[in-house]
Structure formats: structure tokens, C-alpha cells
């Protein structure tokens, strides 16, 4: 049995009083309360019915929510359960991402030493003279070589603002790992830097659009 398989639940008694407990089969718990084998609170208040159960997890943080709540009074038991519950969701949601960028980013790098890796192999190729023929061909008049025009390089903020430039839905951080090929550290520091700048702005969680 998984160790997070614990939940705290609330049920109304009978006299319209609370019930906290904790279990780890908490619909089994609850037919024992129904039918009197239940906690000694509950035998003499039956029926009772579920009114909130917070998200699995350890018997340890169980009981200790367990005992926050108990210390709470009847119109506050049920808020503090869901706020725990919300509190545990948007842990949830963070492990979640943190899973996603960590398999980016080895995939990013997967990426980058296949392309590393065939080019040593194109230059560790040499052309020998059998393998190429050789055509006699007339000299032509030299021609002067066109002036070269000077580009400028853009940097990498000016590579994710061209991005975003534009976009009305707004990017997230993958997208833009993926495009620019930069690690999540240095497009979390781009828009942190831009955002405070002005040139960008959220519109959503966790993507962004030109200003």
C-alpha cells in the first residue's frame, strides 16, 4: 500500500455537530460510523454524512491536519479542509512542472549531442581524390568580391522578444526553450528581466506576449 493514502474527512452528525477523523479506506470508515462501530462520538448521533475530505497523503501530515482542525470552530472546520486541499493541489500542479522542464531539458540535451556528434563524424570524413573526378574548366576573369554587409548579432533577449512580438494567445517557457534553444534558466531570466522592463507582459499562467 502506497504511504500516501491517507485523507481527513468531516462528517455532520445528526445534531447538526462536526466529526473529524482520519482514514485510509474512508468509505469503509464510513459505513462503521453508520452503523455504530464507528468512533464513540458518532454511535449515539447517527446518521452521519461526508462534508469535505481533503487530497491523499502520509499518516503523519494526516494526523497533524487532523489536530489543526479539531481546534477550529464548526463553521471554520470545513474552510480550513479546503484550504489544505487547494494548498495541496497547487503543490501538485508545481511537482508537475518541475517533471515536464526536467524532461525538456534532457531531451534539449539528447538534441544537441546527436547534432554535436554527427558533425565530428561529417568532418572526420575525408574525400579522397578517386571519390571526386575532376573536370578541367576554363579560368574565368576575376570578379571582385561584393563589400560584405556588416549584420549585427541579435542577443538572446532580442531572439525571445521577436518571439513573443506579436503573439496574442501569449508563449510558455517550453515553447520558447524549444525555439531559441536555451536551457529554462536563462528564458526564466530573460523574462523576468523584460517583464520588469515594461517589454513584455503575462497573459497566463506562465506564458507571455510583447507589450
Known amino acids: 500500500m502506497s504511504e500516501k493514502k491517507w485523507v481527513v474527512y468531516l462528517v455532520r452528525c445528526s445534531d447538526n455537530s462536526l466529526y473529524c477523523g482520519i482514514s485510509n479506506a474512508y468509505k469503509s470508515r464510513l459505513i462503521e460510523h453508520n452503523s455504530g462501530k464507528g468512533a464513540k462520538y458518532t454511535r449515539s448521533r447517527r446518521p452521519v454524512d461526508l462534508v469535505g475530505i481533503s487530497s491523499e497523503m502520509t499518516k503523519s501530515e494526516a494526523l497533524k491536519l487532523e489536530h489543526r482542525i479539531k481546534k477550529y470552530p464548526a463553521d471554520k472546520k470545513i474552510s480550513e479542509l479546503k484550504r489544505k486541499e487547494n494548498e495541496m493541489t497547487i503543490e501538485k500542479d508545481l ?45 574565368a576573369p576575376a570578379k571582385k568580391a561584393p563589400a560584405k554587409k556588416k549584420t549585427t548579432k541579435m542577443t538572446a533577449t532580442d531572439q525571445v522578444l521577436k518571439i513573443l512580438k506579436g503573439r496574442k494567445r501569449g508563449v510558455n517557457v517550453a515553447t520558447l526553450m524549444k525555439k531559441t534553444g536555451f536551457d529554462i534558466k536563462k528564458i526564466q531570466n530573460i523574462l523576468h528581466r523584460t517583464y520588469k522592463m515594461g517589454k513584455i507582459k503575462r497573459v497566463g499562467k506562465g506564458s507571455y506576449v510583447g507589450a
Not at 539528447?110 to 571526386?132: P, Y
Open 95 to 139: 511537482q508537475a512542472m518541475r517533471k515536464e522542464f526536467k524532461a525538456l531539458e534532457k531531451k534539449m540535451e539528447k538534441l544537441i549531442a546527436a547534432v554535436e556528434k554527427s558533425e565530428k563524424s561529417r568532418a572526420g570524413q575525408k574525400i579522397t581524390a578517386k571519390s571526386v573526378k575532376v573536370k578541367p574548366t576554363k579560368k
